[in-house]
């Protein structure tokens, strides 16, 4: 322990309390600390204190903590709304009930307070209740504005001894968060017990949490997947004998990944969370899991750390997680432990809030059986292995209950709160240091600030990117005056190792000045969350060579780079001393500048462009297919001339969309076609509806209407043309093969899985699909029926998953799927380069892209039908053959003259192969020209493929195809090799999408054929 003197204090208080529980005979621990044990003169409910013992089902899966219930007059226990203890078989709350319980503890208790903190997407309410003393919860706006001059130390103008003086004072805030993933089940009733043990146990190991912090609680924070998963649970118990459901929507839109969106702040949930943390000025924030047998503590994990936080925090996690270890292992609780396989790169995590904002962020992996079930749970041999970070290791086979979690999840927040509150001074002075270190970071380690400059053309995806930085609290100032940068030299070692002129290698490389427009936006890296503003605007690099082999998770993520907008890195600190003013209200430009017949509104593809089109459902608008200039002002491929709209319908249309409308004249020369709305159908399966669930929430997001039908729909609608335009299927994610999708889940045996609202589940199917089996799939009927939809015309777009779907069944010919080798790109930020620039895909994008990819289908192209694009890894096809002379010279033949070669055609690996007279004599697979897959988008060269995260083995999806349009019948399919929506982090490939959807019916505009 730190010994300053505001600790020292602290521990002299600490041993006369030690002193005091001596004399009245409670053991005590050695080091001042007070050991554990029950206050002998309060109580204890004997009904509900043997019940815990009953559903224990090892003497050992509890704890002195937890074994126990201590008895109140007046505040009801958990048993009041559950009708049993927490953790009982066959028992799991509803969120609403867990809400009840909450609010009766807040009716007879002063130590408890509840407070509403937002809503979900499907309406219901989230909370979060404060456990301390009376006092405290009556201070709580004094110690708020303690706590806020901590994480702002501007306020105090980085005066230490100011710190101290609050460090002395306040009391820290420790927020827990509550079954975020919805078949983990455990947390909500251990919690709702936890609130009840702060709020009326004598015991001084807890009176000393209670009256010395703040106990936050977010008992659910998934509340839809939650009452989804109750839903489940109770049609399992009315069906003990059958199957029951997987839970295949979690939340509104997205299932597991809800863990995933601390960077984006797309979920209500995470907005929610992230407000409340930042909100309270809480120091912890701690994630509760249940996918480990019995507790695992992965806060810390494995290498390799994230790069932007504190190493203050990286000892923080250490020291709370080896002590919760070491206190649950005297307790003789097997199977506790820290370390483990998770990697802390990624900063995606709901705990990493807490990271991100200068606390500490924290997350158990307990063990639950995925409902109240009392099941005997055998281990694989490497979850039960002694290995040096876990020397009591768990049982290879055991008779675990959903009270053996609750008692594990209890005891090492019981312990962890202790501990916490033991050493706060430490803690709350680490907050301080950690947010003086945010803000002293220009002169530190850098750098200084991002500017996005006033003159990027995709305004309102600059807004949208600078929104997600003011969800996460970060401030945004405007330049009100051009200004000048030195931007640093940039260093090419690659080159200099070339150079063969000595002068040549040590010449410095200058630094360039760049000046940025008046009302350019600059954040500030000296504000106290700087840390998440250049976690997400800086790049990242994964070595290849990095000891971690298996990334959690995302290796890159690069903001500007998925927005496509413009991000400078500036670390020259003149930056700071612009002038400028703080915005809160952030918009792009917009309007219409005069008035006219026709207006014309520049394409950068923005996704707003889309929204546009379905929101005048009555204007006409076309696309220009060629660039044009109108008064000076330069117009795009792709541009819109909107016609039958009044001036005030259209800048009331555009205003909210950042876009700039133009009176044109004269109608420009070039070519048009019309942007009709499409008539969309989303397509899901019933396997897994992750990772199309982020492309919901864009399109919702956006105003972009549509069916949202399952496969099964498809496979029974077989005029698919009459109700849709276009078909996006997007991917699947897990169980995603092709057979998959076709053939759903097994239904030779087993019973019907229902996925519909029924008086035992009123909550499973909130505003999405429902069906009376979740088991078949496509079929071959709907294979039939996607085949028509597309030669009678239709557009069907596939990525990822769902584009080798396509091209292994054959729905689109002429491309082929290669197999890596030795590809790892894992969740990482990838260069593309535009190939085809008339394609309306294309519309508004420049020559490069950054996209996401994680290990996308390697594309190929191939001009003859059914052939397999050969796997080409650059360089010459052939080489000459062996004889005479040097490589570049021609053999010879004795006694005769020199024939000539005849050259062969070449083509570009990401191109059709050009086909040669002798391959198109009779060759009835011969594709003809239009019918050849047209490229968009290529992926970039091996050197310039990695933009950020991991790459390695590139070589083999460097240049080849990322977007291709393949001419099919009447219609038309679109495969993605990259996952232009993801995560709410890929804006800038969200147009490709779009533009797909908007000029469905003119995909063919600009298409330059073959020859032959
Ligand atoms: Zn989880």
């Known amino acids: 322990m730190t010994c300053t003197g505001k600790a020292r204090v602290h521990i002299l208080r600490a041993l006369a309390l030690m002193l005091f529980l001596s004399a009245a005979g409670t053991a005590a621990l050695g080091d001042g600390e007070t050991a554990p044990a029950r206050d002998a003169k309060q109580p204890v409910d004997d009904t509900y204190t043997a019940k815990i013992k009953k559903y224990t089902t090892q003497p050992f899966f509890t704890s002195p903590l937890v074994d126990y219930l201590p008895a109140s007059k007046n505040v009801p226990t958990p048993e009041a709304v559950l009708g049993d203890v927490a953790g009982a078989p066959g028992i799991l709350p509803y969120a609403e009930d867990v809400y009840k319980y909450m609010r009766l503890l807040e009716k007879a208790s002063p130590r408890v307070k509840v407070f509403s903190i937002g809503k ?32 702002d130390p501007r306020t105090i103008k980085l005066d230490d001894e100011e710190a101290d003086r609050i460090v002395a004072q306040a009391v820290p805030v420790y927020y827990i968060t509550g079954t975020i993933h919805s078949p983990e089940t455990g947390a909500p009733t251990a919690l709702m017990e936890l609130a009840y043990r702060l709020a009326v146990d004598e015991s001084p190991y807890i009176r000393e949490i209670r009256e010395g912090m703040i106990t936050l609680i977010t008992p659910v924070v998934e509340v839809d997947g939650r009452d989804r998963m109750v839903d489940i649970y109770h049609w399992h118990l009315s069906h003990p004998k059958d199957f029951y459901p997987p839970l295949i929507y979690w939340g509104k839109y997205v299932a597991h990944d809800n863990n995933r969106d601390a960077m984006g702040v797309t979920l209500k949930l995470t907005e929610n969370v992230l407000q409340t943390y930042v909100g309270w000025k ?27 936080v504190d190493p203050i925090l990286t000892d923080e996690w ?43 962020s924290r997350l158990y992996e307990t063990f639950g059986n995925g409902g109240a079930d009392t099941l005997p749970r055998t281990l694989d041999p490497e979850e039960y292995a002694r290995t040096w970070y876990r020397q009591n290791p768990p049982l290879p086979k055991v008779l675990w209950s959903q009270r053996d979690n609750n008692n594990y999840e209890q005891t090492g927040l019981l312990t962890s709160l202790h501990y916490f509150n033991e050493n706060k001074r430490l803690f709350l002075k680490n907050f301080y240091l950690k947010a003086k270190r945010s803000v002293t970071k220009p ?35 405007r330049a009100t005056a051009a200004f000048t940068v030195t931007l640093p030299a940039k260093k090419s070692t690659k080159q200099k190792k070339d150079a063969k002129d000595t002068k040549e290698k040590d010449a410095p490389a200058t630094p360039t000045t760049r000046e940025f427009p008046a009302g350019s936006y600059i954040v500030r890296m000296d504000q106290p969350y700087s840390r998440i503003a250049d976690a997400l605007l800086d790049y990242q690099y994964w070595s290849p060579d990095d000891p971690q082999k298996t990334p959690y998770d995302d290796t890159g993520w690069t903001f500007g780079e998925l927005f496509g907008v413009q991000v400078t890195r500036v670390t020259d600190p003149k930056v700071l001393d612009v002038a ?111 990772a199309e669930g982020w492309w919901r929430i864009a399109l919702d997001n956006l105003g972009i209407p549509y069916d949202y039908i399952s496969t099964q729909t498809v496979s029974k609608t077989s005029d698919l043309n009459a109700k849709y335009d276009v078909i996006l299927f997007p991917p699947v994610g897990f169980f995603s093969s092709p057979t998959a999708i076709i053939n759903g889940l097994p239904s030779a045996w087993g019973n019907p899985l229902p996925w519909k609202n029924t008086p035992e589940t009123p909550n499973l199917v909130g505003k ?146 050009l086909l040669t007279d002798e391959q198109l004599h009779n060759n009835f697979r011969a594709i003809p020209p239009a019918n050849r897959a047209r490229v968009i988008f290529r992926y970039a060269d091996s050197k310039e493929l990695l933009v950020s995260g991991l790459v390695e083995g590139g070589d083999e999806i460097a240049q080849h195809a990322a977007v291709v349009d393949v001419p099919t019948g009447n219609g038309h399919v679109v495969l993605f090799s990259i996952n232009p929506v993801y995560r709410g982090e890929t804006r800038g490939t969200y147009s490709l999408v779009l533009n797909t959807i908007l000029n469905f019916d003119s995909l063919n505009a600009g298409r330059k054929l073959a020859e032959k």
């Open 318 to 360: 250490e020291m709370i997680g080896w002590r919760n270890v070491s206190d649950m292992t005297k307790f003789g609780m097997p199977g506790v432990f820290t370390h483990g396989v998770f990697d802390t790169w990624s900063p995606g995590y709901l705990m990493f809030i807490a990271a991100m904002h200068n606390g500490i």
């Open 768 to 913: 999405n699909d429902s069906t009376d089996d979740m088991r078949p799939g496509l079929g071959w009927e709907g294979v039939a029926n996607l085949q028509n939809f597309v030669a009678k015309g239709g557009v069907l777009l596939t990525a990822t998953d769902t584009s080798r779907f396509a091209l292994s069944i054959g729905l689109a010919d002429g491309v082929s799927v290669g197999n890596a080798q030795k590809m790892k790109i894992v969740g990482s930020v990838v260069g593309t380069r535009l190939v085809d620039a008339a394609s309306p895909i294309a519309y508004g994008y420049d020559e490069k892209l950054s996209a996401y990819c994680d290990n996308g289908p390697i594309f190929s192209l191939s001009s003859v039908s059914g052939a397999r694009g050969g796997r080409r890894l650059g360089g010459e096809m052939h080489t000459r053959p062996t004889g005479r002379g040097t490589a570049d010279d021609q053999d010879f033949t004795i006694g005769r003259p020199g024939a000539e070669v005849p050259e062969e055609p070449k083509s570009e690996i990401w191109e059709n192969p």
């Open 580 to 690: 400028m003013e703080r915005v809160k209200d952030i918009h792009a430009p917009a309007g219409v500048s005069g008035e006219g017949a026709i207006y014309a509104i520049n394409n950068n593809a923005e996704p707003s462009l889309a929204t546009l089109r379905y929101k005048l459902h009555d204007a006409s608008i076309e696309a220009v297919e060629e660039p044009f200039e109108s008064g000076g002002k330069k117009f795009a491929r792709g541009s819109f001339l909107l016609r039958n709209v009044s001036r005030s319908q259209l800048t009331d249309a555009i205003s909210e969309l950042g876009l700039q409308a133009t009176p044109v004249s004269a109608v420009p020369s070039v070519k048009t076609h019309p942007v009709r709305a499409a008539r969309v159908a989303f397509v899901h399966t019933w396997l897994s509806t992750q």
């Open 120 to 151: 979900t997407e499907e309406g219901r309410e989230m909370i979060a209740v404060a456990v301390s003393s009376p006092e405290n919860l009556k201070n709580l706006e004094e110690n708020r504005a303690r706590l806020a001059k901590l994480a």
């Open 282 to 308: 809480a120091q912890v924030l701690h994630d509760l899991h249940e996918s480990v047998p019995y507790l695992y503590d992965n806060t810390a994990g494995d290498g390799p750390f994230n790069a932007w």
């Open 443 to 477: 002169g530190a380690e850098g750098p200084a600030a991002y500017v996005l400059p006033a003159d990027d053309p995709r305004t309102s995806s600059q807004v949208e990117l600078l929104r997600v930085l003011q969800k996460q609290a970060v401030e945004i100032s």
